[in-house]
């Protein structure tokens, strides 16, 4: 008979040799589909020195690191806009005050629908803006918009209690949200904050369609070189793992805040000193009690 919780029953002897011969059938099957991928590359002749030759001129480099920094640029630019608008639109929405709520929800509302692709090319073309803050702009909206709803679910997670007990203490609604609310839902908000930045650190490649020099543009550009026989598959080869590693490193960034909050003496449990015989009653400022009655 087996042990059970009381979210599932723990598998079997049967059970988990079934599911280890699924894991092992699953592995070979996604071990397959890896060597005919790599087969196809060969056979097409994706891996041929004249294909990889553009990587090893000191123009092509260059021309790969200057798009690495104008992405992280824009991505720096957005990233910190995004969290502003975000914050502001997010105390927009919890506004005691109806007109400003109403005013902040059509914004975030309406900057959440609308396709990032579709501002930026607004704000490029219609505005006739330069197209790094054409980008930065578009990704902002965006971001901001959607970190906006983060925020305030965020806030409005943390137990209802806390909020009670702060403004029972006389404190006012700044001190509530920044001493109270705010440092709870963090950890809570983290990840999906970590999701969104992500995000608007891939849709930066969306800069190479009004022209930005980014990393994504630096990549086209060599990719449709005659040349070198069209390197576009060796392109996506090298482009594709530093925008995973940008990814798993701001992954690992929210890691380390997550751990520096944890250390963080104000979040800390404070330790309390064992109770000793005698020290349960205290004398107050109005002198020690009155002796029992006798009669």
């Given at each position: 008979?087996?042990?059970?919780?009381?979210?599932?029953?723990?598998?079997?002897?049967?059970?988990?040799k079934r599911h280890r011969l699924y894991?092992?059938?699953?592995?070979?099957?996604?071990?397959?589909?890896?060597?005919?991928?790599?087969?196809?590359?060969?056979?097409?002749?994706?891996?041929?020195?004249?294909?990889?030759?553009?990587?090893?001129?000191?123009?092509?480099?260059?021309?790969?690191?200057?798009?690495?920094?104008?992405?992280?640029?824009?991505?720096?630019?957005?990233?910190?806009?995004?969290?502003?608008?975000?914050?502001?639109?997010?105390?927009?929405?919890?506004?005691?005050?109806?007109?400003?709520?109403?005013?902040?929800?059509?914004?975030?509302?309406?900057?959440?629908?609308?396709?990032?692709?579709?501002?930026?090319?607004?704000?490029?073309?219609?505005?006739?803006?330069?197209?790094?803050?054409?980008?930065?702009?578009?990704?902002?909206?965006?971001?901001?918009?959607?970190?906006?709803?983060?925020?305030?679910?965020?806030?409005?997670?943390?137990?209802?209690?806390?909020?009670?007990?702060?403004y029972a203490l006389g404190m006012r609604?700044?001190?509530?949200?920044?001493?109270?609310?705010?440092?709870?839902?963090?950890?809570?908000?983290?990840?999906?904050?970590?999701?969104?930045?992500?995000?608007?650190?891939?849709?930066?490649?969306?800069?190479?369609?009004?022209?930005?020099?980014?990393?994504?543009?630096?990549?086209?550009?060599?990719?449709?070189?005659?040349?070198?026989?069209?390197?576009?598959?060796?392109?996506?080869?090298?482009?594709?793992?530093?925008?995973?590693?940008?990814?798993?490193?701001?992954?690992?960034?929210?890691?380390?805040?997550?751990?520096?909050?944890?250390?963080?003496?104000?979040?800390?449990?404070?330790?309390?000193?064992?109770?000793?015989?005698?020290?349960?009653?205290?004398?107050?400022?109005?002198?020690?009690?009155?002796?029992?009655?006798?009669?």
């Amino acid at each position: 008979m087996t042990d059970s919780t009381a979210l599932y029953d723990i598998p079997g002897p049967r059970t988990r040799k079934r599911h280890r011969l699924y894991g092992i059938g699953a592995t070979l099957a996604i071990a397959a589909l890896a060597g005919w991928i790599v087969y196809l590359l060969f056979d097409t002749g994706q891996f041929t020195a004249e294909k990889w030759t553009p990587f090893e001129y000191k123009g092509i480099q260059e021309l790969l690191l200057q798009g690495l920094g104008n992405t992280l640029k824009a991505f720096a630019y957005a990233a910190v806009l995004s969290l502003v608008l975000g914050g502001v639109l997010a105390t927009g929405r919890l506004s005691e005050h109806r007109a400003v709520r109403w005013i902040a929800t059509l914004l975030v509302e309406f900057f959440r629908a609308m396709p990032v692709l579709v501002m930026i090319f607004f704000i490029f073309v219609a505005l006739k803006v330069q197209p790094l803050p054409a980008l930065v702009a578009g990704l902002t909206l965006y971001n901001g918009s959607v970190l906006a709803e983060v925020f305030r679910t965020g806030v409005n997670a943390v137990d209802r209690g806390q909020r009670e007990a702060a403004y029972a203490l006389g404190m006012r609604k700044t001190q509530v949200m920044t001493h109270v609310l705010v440092p709870q839902a963090v950890r809570a908000m983290l990840p999906a904050i970590i999701s969104q930045l992500v995000v608007a650190l891939k849709d930066t490649s969306l800069g190479y369609l009004i022209t930005y020099e980014e990393f994504l543009h630096a990549g086209k550009l060599i990719a449709s070189n005659l040349d070198y026989d069209l390197p576009f598959i060796p392109v996506v080869m090298v482009i594709a793992p530093i925008y995973i590693g940008l990814c798993m490193l701001l992954s690992w960034f929210a890691n380390w805040v997550a751990r520096r909050q944890r250390r963080n003496p104000k979040t800390e449990g404070v330790d309390i000193a064992p109770a000793e015989p005698g020290s349960l009653l205290t004398t107050g400022p109005q002198g020690p009690p009155p002796p029992p009655d006798r009669a």
